[in-house]
């Protein structure tokens, strides 16, 4: 086992621990978890993240409510003791819901949103992600550039891959997301929303044109998307931009990368990227580029409305700008609609523009 | 540019030739074009597919109504020409639509239902798919396994990969499923509806001990993951198996995969795989196995009846006998709940059972 595998191991031991020495000593077992309750989640303006606050909530075997949940994360706990020894094995959160069924009546789940509550708790308590015990999420995504990975592939056999030795992109899934960082020439990642624009960067060179990783998110990023792009971005010390369809949706997309949602509090340090920045396309390029739109409806007007009061938006000026922009121009645009000016415009100007627009390196 | 594309670029200029010659021969310019319509969509019992009939509608100039439509498949024509001749260049179906805004007011597209109708008269003209003439469809689902193909990647070169050399799987778009297929060294392929499932299989090895290749459908199959099992099963001459949830809609994955939708009869012959067969979870399974089941609902039953209905389902006794089962035991259960007899299981026993059931070589 690796030493990340080794301290993962005694974490998780840890908790068992804890229980036996309760019942050696006399008391009755209990264990303290973090409460992942709306009263404490706070917004943390330094990394722009819904983070978990100090209160903790107490599960003992006092409790005739809290027995047969401690039983099960106890359960949980060993079974994920077994897969991270393995060292290659992973099971999904659904899957780990059919396992239990082997537990016995007393002891399987009934809904699958039990086990994933106690999966959080677990999170919560070993402030690691499910990832780290093997509890996978389902992969999404793709990556292509000149990014070299080095993995235990499904077999368990060391492998390494460079990004750029496939024909549409890699599949961002469980190995992906975690696999070591060996090289990367790139001097930033630009994360597209729809697997179109990321063809139309890929065949257009983007990669080289910017010296970039390209992600394609496909919608709502995934959370093995997401940790990917934090583990580069972090590691590798470059910056990450998001470029998205111009509506509110697209924006959030852009939001949740950088600081992830409220109801995953427990884990936003662990996936969220705060340096990432959001490039468009935004309502000032709707009107600069007459890009054809279409007219915002209700549901669109009330999203706005909620980022407009969200703290995570509160301090930026520039988004609160796009929001107000957009309820005056009451149109959005799809990143795609950039097409009109032929399939180079976007790596010719568009993206060069915006690139110095922000600040950035446009090579 | 490559024999096949050469062909294909000749199709398309076939199509405009038509017209120039009505013209410099004093005629009105017309097309005649397969129709799409309910009454030319017909069921081939020897396919199991819905197809086209003989019937052809005319697009003539001398219709003010045919003229604009007429000009504007002239105009997709010249750009997916384009396309083809540059080599590596594609586009979606969306960015087709947002191209047309550079054509002008008069030619331009209002909806994209517009476009997309007129790309399948294209296609129901020249009997090809639109990946042909580079106009693309999403990418989804993912491939693992020990095939070897070769593809001019997005930056147009040559490069060969295998499927092994990945940690998730690669991602099936635009160019894998159109690859050249150098090396299969396996007997079958496996399609698994869910990605969990999927990596199941691949951490246990299901490639090796069942010489097959591993396709990740993630639910209804893409219509790239679609061409892409289609053209290994039918080059290689290898069968098929598909392995899905114990449900109406699991079931009818398969069916898509095996014979296509009655929407797509102008391209049916070239997406579905006939020979296909379907593993299960069946009906039969849930009782033989115990598996952890939910109740059907009202649109389950629903569905169960318009499928004993379809013609495509009415020749199969085996299914008919599962649909059947399904109203009596009035149950479903997801291939994930094998996973209460133990991670390996699926591999040790279901699926070794299912191949033997259904005659095929386990290895």
């Not at 401690?70 to 290659?88: D, P």
């Not at 891959?161 to 496939?166: H, K, R, S």
């Not at 703290?311 to 309820?327: G, S, T």
Request: net charge positive; glycine share 6%; aromatic share 6%.
């Amino acid at each position: 086992m690796a030493k990340k595998e080794i301290e993962i191991k005694k974490q998780l031991e840890d908790i068992g621990n804890k229980i036996l020495k309760d019942v050696k000593e006399n008391r009755v077992p209990y264990l303290k978890v973090p409460a992942r309750t709306t009263n404490n989640i706070v917004f943390d303006p330094k990394t722009l993240c819904y983070i978990l606050g100090d209160k903790t909530l107490t599960r003992s075997a006092g409790n005739i409510r809290h027995v047969k949940p401690l039983a099960q994360m106890l359960k949980i706990g060993a079974f994920c003791k077994e897969l991270v020894s393995e060292g290659t094995k992973h099971e999904t959160k659904r899957g780990l819901y059919y396992i239990s069924e082997s537990w016995g009546e007393k002891l399987k789940f009934d809904e699958q949103q039990e086990s994933d509550n106690l999966i959080e708790d677990i999170e919560a308590i070993i402030e690691k992600p499910r990832e780290d015990i093997h509890i996978i999420p389902n992969p999404g995504g793709s990556v292509y550039g000149d990014l070299t990975l080095k993995f235990k592939n499904p077999a368990g056999k060391d492998m390494q891959i460079n990004c750029l030795q496939t024909a549409d992109g890699q599949t961002i899934g469980p190995r992906m997301c975690e696999a070591e960082i060996v090289k990367c020439n790139a001097n930033k990642i630009i994360a597209i929303e729809t697997a179109g624009m990321y063809n139309r960067l890929m065949e257009e060179n983007a990669h080289k044109k910017f010296n970039a990783i390209l992600v394609s998110l496909e919608g709502q990023a995934t959370r093995a998307t997401r940790r990917l792009i934090k583990r580069i971005s972090e590691i590798k010390n470059i910056p990450t931009y998001i470029f998205t369809d111009g509506d509110p949706w697209g924006l959030h997309i852009a939001m949740v990368i950088m600081a992830g949602s409220a109801k995953s509090a427990h884990v936003n340090r662990m996936l969220a990227t705060p340096s990432a920045t959001w490039i468009g396309v935004t309502a000032s390029d709707i009107k600069k580029y007459k890009l054809r739109s279409d007219k915002l409806r209700e549901v669109d007007f009330t999203r706005i409305k909620e980022l407009k009061k969200d703290p995570r938006y509160k301090q930026d000026k520039r988004l609160q700008e796009e929001l107000k922009l957009w309820e005056d121009i009451k149109k959005k645009a799809e990143q795609q609609a950039l097409l009109k000016y032929g399939l180079r415009y976007v790596v010719d100007d568009y993206l060069p523009a915006k690139f110095k627009e922000l600040g950035a390196n446009v090579k």
